[in-house]
């Protein structure tokens, strides 16, 4: 089984940043995503990203100012959020795929984390 537990979620200002880790801990899997939901809206792919060789994937709305990276020492990755908008608020999800394949859709992944709030103010 995987376990996978987000932290650093909060409260921050449009324009101001903030660092999500997701720990993993149990079997081995292939890769880790960033998901988020808003109230009301689907639950969409933020970034993944291989824990072998490190390739990446990107929403459109969160590129040049997200940044995911892995510390597969810790089996930790992180979701680096700066530039933050009101329209970022949302729950964002920790997932985990078990085998190489895709990893931009929620169906692609296989394990789940609970989530942390990220709510961003204008």
């Known amino acids: 089984q995987v376990q996978l537990v987000e932290s650093g979620g909060g409260l921050v200002q449009a324009g101001g940043s903030l660092r999500l880790s997701c720990a993993a801990s149990g079997r081995t899997t292939n890769a880790l995503g960033w998901f988020r939901q808003g109230p009301g809206k689907e639950r969409d792919l933020v970034a993944a990203i291989r824990w072998s060789g490190g390739s990446t994937v990107y929403a459109d709305s969160v590129k040049g100012r997200f940044t995911i990276s892995r510390d597969n020492t810790k089996n930790t990755v992180y979701l680096q959020m700066n530039s933050l908008k009101p329209e970022d608020t949302a729950v964002y999800y920790c997932?985990?795929?078990?085998?190489?394949?895709?990893?931009?859709?929620?169906?692609?992944?296989?394990?789940w984390g609970q989530g942390t709030q990220v709510t961003v103010s204008s």
């Open positions: 997932a985990a795929r078990r085998v190489i394949g895709p990893m931009r859709t929620a169906s692609d992944y296989d394990y």
